[in-house]
Nanobody, 120 residues
Framework: QVRLAESGGGLVQAGGSLQLSCVAS????????MGWYRQAPGSQRELVAV???????DYTDSVKGRFTISRDSAKKTVWLQMSSLKPDDTGTYYC??????????????WGEGTQVTVSS
């Protein structure tokens, strides 16, 4: 079984910073794209940032210049460094990974989420 475990969420004042971590474990042959999504109450889950296996990042417009996604494939870990946080960044942040679990076996896995609350 593959599991994604997020950590690093919490309560922070506007303008502050947080770093989220996501570690993958289990029967993993390789990890392709890894990403972070978030969901605010009453809203749909949205993409925040994604990073390819080769390390190329992409961000939703609202976080460009404030958030940085990075990964260490050997450690099966992806991070999201969040700076200059705004109340609109509040939500549950989910890690997502496209993982190869065997020969021609590839699935998308989600973590259980970590709460980020930004106070004004």
């Amino acid at each position: 079984q593959v599991r994604l475990a997020e950590s690093g969420g919490g309560l922070v004042q506007a303008g502050g910073s947080l770093q989220l971590s996501c570690v993958a474990s289990g029967r993993i042959f390789g990890i392709n794209d890894m990403g972070w999504y978030r969901q605010a109450p009453g809203s749909q889950r949205e993409l925040v940032a994604v990073i390819t296996r080769g390390g190329s990042p992409d961000y939703t417009d609202s976080v460009k210049g404030r958030f940085t996604i990075s990964r260490d494939s050997a450690k099966k870990t992806v991070w999201l460094q969040m700076s200059s946080l705004k109340p609109d960044d509040t939500g549950t942040y989910y890690c997502k990974a496209d993982i190869s679990t065997g020969y021609q076996r590839r699935n998308v896995f989600w973590g259980e989420g970590t709460q980020v609350t930004v106070s004004s």
